[in-house]
């Protein structure tokens, strides 16, 4: 199973001149930094979290048919789900009815309950089963305040320390009311 991004948040969540402002900086000399370090702040939420903060769309790819007959999105919020696409191994598609899964948006995580019966073509051996979705809060503005406000924590830490990272090495520097900010986001797995 893998999840692929296919259409990138249009927006970040929190502008370039709600950083500066946060910052307390007024010239324009440090912007390239200060925009790298929008991005990555965002990327590592989304990432260590499984959320997706601004709209984007996304292509989750399973190597058969789903055993259990139900698929649990890796993102969320989930806004919608675009299309099921089957990939045979002649290299045509075709695309599942929407009659033949129902999508439940309100659980965590989403989930796809297929009705449908297993093809009698078959799939490619990897990536046959495609789902297209639609994830995120919205636009900036939709984003929980307290996300919002801990990314302008980790853009302003990364930006006052400016020191070399060493990969491997253990976890690295997230400020503790950063992290603290986030944790009513982070998924519960038992």
């Known amino acids: 199973m893998v999840h692929v991004l296919?259409?990138?948040?249009?927006?970040?969540?929190?502008?370039?001149?709600?950083?500066?402002?946060?910052?307390?900086?007024?010239?324009?000399?440090?912007?390239?930094l200060m925009s790298s370090l929008i991005v990555a702040a965002r990327m590592?939420?989304?990432?260590?979290?499984?959320?997706a903060l601004i709209t984007q769309g996304w292509s989750l790819y399973l190597d058969a048919w789903p055993h259990a007959c139900c698929i649990a999105l890796p993102l969320s919020p989930v806004q919608a789900v675009s299309a099921i696409t089957l990939h045979d191994p002649d290299g045509g598609t075709s695309v599942l009815d929407p009659e033949d899964y129902s999508v439940d948006l309100l659980?965590?995580?989403a989930r796809i309950v297929l009705t449908a019966a297993v093809p009698s073509?078959?799939?490619?051996?990897?990536?046959?089963?495609?789902?297209?979705?639609?994830?995120g809060f919205g636009d900036a503005g939709d984003v929980p305040q307290p996300i919002r406000q801990a990314l302008?924590?980790?853009?302003?830490?990364?930006?006052?320390?400016?020191?070399?990272?060493?990969?491997g090495s253990g976890p690295q520097g997230v400020p503790a009311i950063?992290?603290?900010?986030?944790?009513a986001y982070r998924r519960v797995r038992l």
């Open 44 to 51: 590592l939420v989304e990432r260590t979290l499984g959320l």
């Open 178 to 183: 950063a992290a603290g900010l986030l944790q």
């Open 107 to 109: 659980s965590e995580p």
């Open 152 to 167: 302008l924590l980790m853009v302003a830490h990364w930006f006052e320390r400016r020191e070399p990272v060493e990969l």
């Open 6 to 32: 296919t259409a990138a948040p249009a927006a970040e969540p929190i502008s370039l001149a709600e950083a500066k402002a946060h910052l307390r900086v007024d010239s324009s000399d440090e912007d390239a």
């Open 121 to 135: 073509t078959g799939l490619r051996p990897f990536n046959g089963f495609e789902v297209a979705f639609v994830a």
